[in-house]
Nanobody
Framework: QVQLVESGGGLVQAGESLRLSCAAS????????MGWFRQAPGKEREFVAA???????TYADSVKGRFTISRDKAKNTVYLQMNTLKPEDTAVYYC????????????????????WGQGTQVTVSS
């Protein structure tokens, strides 16, 4: 059974940093794109960042320059380093993985496809 488990969320003040982790189990995702989405209260889930099987990263414009995605294939884990956090970054952050190998990004992945974690809350106070 495939599981994606996020950790690292919390409450921080604006300008501070957090590092999210997503540990995958049940299969190897070393040849799969993985990434992060977020959903704020009353809003739709939106793409945040992705990293391809070849370690090419893509970002939403709203986080470019502040967030960095990385992965450790040996640990089957993907990370999201979030710096200079803003109140508008407040959301539940979801880890996702493409079930298809060798794709470039998961930016257009929908909740009905691929694998998803349960989410971790990030709250940024002003």
């Amino acid at each position: 059974q495939v599981q994606l488990v996020e950790s690292g969320g919390g409450l921080v003040q604006a300008g501070e940093s957090l590092r999210l982790s997503c540990a995958a189990s049940g299969r190897s995702f070393s040849n799969h794109a993985m990434g992060w989405f977020r959903q704020a209260p009353g809003k739709e889930r939106e793409f945040v960042a992705a990293i391809s099987w070849a370690a090419v990263d893509t970002y939403a414009d709203s986080v470019k320059g502040r967030f960095t995605i990385s992965r450790d294939k040996a640990k089957n884990t993907v990370y999201l380093q979030m710096n200079t956090l803003k109140p508008e970054d407040t959301a539940v952050y979801y880890c996702a993985a493409d079930q298809r190998p060798f794709t470039g990004t998961i930016a257009t992945m929908t909740p009905s496809s691929g694998y998803w974690g349960q989410g971790t809350q990030v709250t940024v106070s002003s």
